[in-house]
């Protein structure tokens, strides 16, 4: 199995210098009906070419925003920036295409391969039009690149295992499109900040790598993700301020580790089907400012430190099988204990509904459901 997807990776890879070798044959033989006197640099003269055939598979411009693309002056297009090259003589730096920002252009079309022509880009922002397809191999040129923003648009197809070779990215939003199938655990590996993959068809596990990520944001929700909570996510205590993992269908319990996330800020756990009791750890998350985990299977008491936290504003526990909660859970400023099992408070589940629920004991061990409670630790 290794062998065999080091020789993918290899064909990738292969693949991946033919396409670039051809780009850059047509550059040379046939650049569009421009003189090459005619651009500042080397690198305008790359990036001419790439953003002509940006333009020619742009299939929809509703509004116009290419209609001043063209002539060789490209940093004078709407949406594109330049800077001075990073790798050149700081006093003497050529100019280069550091930036194409399109976002809520209400865009239709693809990426063209050609796009790989564009070395020094850090930013690439495409949210809120609609691209569709895939993206092409020659993204992973871009090594230069920093924020990648596909959000809210079309593209499908697997997870875009391109952008694994992309080693300066460190914002990727591939959320509302409709990218399919398994998510690589590297993934959790890659130096990000920040990570949505929200809102795709993507169906998968969180691995146990997942607390290897420096991310500081990380956003999972509206896809299918099976398999357990890992305890691992407590290792990203130093760096991790928003998780939410909402609408997701997983099927499992929220590990005691959770609380070692000191700086997380937001936590989303909403519209799942986790069961067991909300940790007790949760009370050292002492930055935490929203927690939501309804529309769940939880039950049990609601621990009296998670209502002492300084900063918590929102508590959204509605629609689980809560049996307590501590008087002063009631003075955040904004909760919601709705459809529990909680004597005297109002707009609570049926008795019998409680009683029928909480009569099957269910276990929970390292974050996953279990079919007998865990063994004690001297076992």
Same mark, same amino acid.
């Given at each position: 199995?290794?062998?065999? =997807?080091?020789?993918?990776?290899?064909?990738?890879?292969?693949?991946?210098?033919?396409?670039?070798? $051809?780009?850059?044959?047509?550059?040379?033989?046939?650049?569009?009906?421009?003189?090459?006197?005619?651009?500042?640099? $080397?690198?305008?003269? %790359?990036?001419f070419t790439a953003l002509q055939a940006l333009?020619?598979?742009?299939?929809?411009?509703?509004?116009?925003?290419?209609?001043?693309? +063209?002539?060789?002056?490209?940093?004078n297009y709407t949406g594109v920036f330049c800077? !001075?090259?990073?790798?050149?003589?700081?006093?003497? !730096?050529?100019?280069?295409?550091?930036?194409?920002?399109?976002?809520?252009?209400?865009?239709?079309?693809? =990426?063209?391969?050609?796009?790989?022509?564009?070395?020094?880009?850090?930013?690439?922002?495409?949210?809120?039009?609609?691209?569709? +397809?895939?993206?092409?191999?020659?993204?992973?040129?871009?090594?230069?690149? $920093?924020?990648?923003?596909?959000?809210?648009?079309?593209?499908? +197809?697997?997870?875009?295992?391109?952008?694994?070779?992309?080693?300066?990215?460190?914002?990727?939003?591939?959320?509302?499109?409709?990218?399919?199938?398994?998510?690589?655990?590297?993934?959790?590996?890659?130096?990000?900040?920040?990570?949505?993959?929200?809102?795709?068809?993507?169906?998968?596990?969180?691995?146990?790598?997942?607390?290897?990520?420096? !991310?500081?944001?990380?956003?999972?929700?509206?896809?299918?993700?099976?398999?357990?909570?890992?305890? +691992?996510?407590?290792?990203?205590?130093?760096?991790?301020?928003?998780? /939410?993992?909402?609408?997701?269908?997983?099927?499992?319990? /929220?590990?005691?580790?959770?609380?070692?996330?000191?700086?997380?800020?937001?936590?989303?756990?909403?519209?799942?089907?986790?069961?067991?009791?909300?940790?007790?750890?949760?009370?050292?998350?002492?930055?935490?400012?929203? =927690?939501?985990? !309804?529309?769940? %299977?939880?039950?049990?008491?609601?621990?009296?430190?998670?209502?002492?936290?300084?900063? =918590?504003?929102?508590?959204?526990?509605?629609?689980?099988?809560?049996?307590?909660?501590?008087?002063?859970?009631?003075?955040?400023?904004?909760?919601?204990?709705? %459809?529990?099992?909680?004597?005297?408070?109002?707009?609570?589940?049926?008795?019998?509904?409680?009683?029928?629920?909480?009569?099957?004991?269910?276990?929970?061990?390292?974050?996953?459901?279990?079919?007998?409670?865990?063994?004690?630790?001297?076992?």
């Amino acid at each position: 199995m290794i062998t065999l =997807l080091f020789g993918l990776r290899s064909m990738t890879i292969t693949n991946l210098l033919r396409s670039y070798f $051809f780009l850059f044959l047509v550059f040379f033989i046939s650049l569009p009906p421009v003189s090459h006197s005619q651009f500042l640099n $080397f690198r305008i003269a %790359k990036a001419f070419t790439a953003l002509q055939a940006l333009k020619r598979a742009i299939t929809s411009d509703p509004n116009g925003l290419t209609s001043n693309w +063209g002539g060789p002056n490209v940093c004078n297009y709407t949406g594109v920036f330049c800077a !001075a090259a990073p790798d050149d003589d700081p006093h003497h !730096a050529a100019l280069t295409v550091a930036g194409v920002d399109l976002n809520h252009r209400d865009l239709e079309g693809t =990426l063209p391969d050609e796009i790989g022509l564009l070395s020094d880009l850090a930013l690439l922002h495409l949210n809120s039009n609609r691209f569709h +397809g895939a993206l092409p191999l020659s993204l992973g040129s871009l090594h230069r690149l $920093f924020e990648l923003d596909l959000s809210n648009n079309r593209f499908d +197809g697997g997870f875009p295992m391109v952008v694994l070779d992309l080693p300066s990215l460190r914002f990727l939003d591939l959320r509302f499109n409709r990218f399919c199938g398994d998510v690589p655990p590297c993934l959790f590996d890659r130096k990000l900040d920040a990570l949505f993959l929200n809102n795709n068809h993507f169906t998968f596990s969180i691995p146990d790598n997942f607390g290897h990520s420096p !991310a500081s944001v990380i956003v999972l929700a509206n896809n299918q993700i099976s398999g357990c909570l890992p305890a +691992g996510l407590g290792d990203m205590a130093d760096t991790l301020r928003e998780l /939410v993992i909402l609408n997701a269908g997983i099927r499992a319990c /929220v590990p005691p580790e959770i609380g070692r996330l000191r700086r997380l800020r937001v936590l989303d756990l909403s519209y799942n089907h986790l069961i067991g009791p909300l940790p007790a750890t949760i009370a050292a998350m002492a930055e935490l400012e929203q =927690l939501d985990v !309804a529309h769940n %299977k939880l039950s049990g008491a609601i621990p009296s430190g998670i209502c002492n936290l300084p900063r =918590l504003k929102n508590f959204t526990y509605a629609y689980n099988f809560f049996t307590g909660e501590p008087p002063h859970c009631l003075r955040i400023r904004s909760h919601d204990d709705r %459809k529990n099992c909680i004597p005297s408070r109002r707009d609570q589940r049926p008795p019998m509904e409680c009683a029928t629920f909480l009569s099957k004991p269910r276990f929970c061990h390292d974050g996953c459901i279990a079919s007998q409670p865990p063994p004690h630790p001297w076992q």
